[in-house]
């Protein structure tokens, strides 16, 4: 079984980095009236304060709640949609793992929403066996040893029903 994280592996950046460092700060920005570069400032102190280490770094909805902005996450997300992009030699890397037989599951830290729209959006689903969010599906981050048992046993118990 080999393993994969999505964002900045699988995908491109482009897709989450502009709903943290441009749409969240441009939103911020609108309802505060002022400028987009006090906004990106501002929220970028605050997911540093927040830490990658914390499961509300990955959640939008935390975000949106915390900064008061009037935007679901899906609308912030959909927004960014166009910006998703595998890139180019993704495909045929994994039509060959998957033709040689190797199974193939993704495990990101991004959360489910994010993960989702990026695989439906990409059209790559189809290759893998399982993808798992360890913030959402697991309540971790990839940072904790747990992680990779957990998806590991989830794998096994999937593949034995």
């Known amino acids: 079984m080999l393993s994969f994280d999505m964002d900045g592996t699988i995908t491109d950046l482009s897709f989450v980095e ?25 929220v970028k102190n605050e997911y540093e304060q927040s830490g990658m280490d914390r499961l509300e770094w990955y959640d939008l909805n935390h975000w949106v709640g915390k900064l008061n902005l009037n935007f679901s996450p899906s609308e912030i997300l959909n927004s960014f949609q166009h910006r998703i992009k595998t890139f180019p030699e993704v495909t045929g890397a994994l039509q060959d793992l998957s033709k040689k037989g190797y199974r193939l599951i993704i495990l990101s830290n991004a959360r489910r929403e994010f993960l989702d729209l990026e695989l439906e959006k990409t059209g790559i689903s189809g290759f893998f066996e399982q993808t798992f969010s360890s913030t959402s599906d697991f309540g971790l981050t990839k940072k904790t040893t747990d992680i990779y048992q957990k998806s590991a046993t989830s794998v096994a118990f999937l593949r034995w029903r």
């Not at 939103?27 to 006090?38: D, M, P, V």
């Open 18 to 42: 502009s709903v943290w460092l441009e749409g969240i700060p441009r939103l911020f920005a609108e309802k505060n009236r002022i400028s987009f570069q006090e906004a990106k400032a501002f």
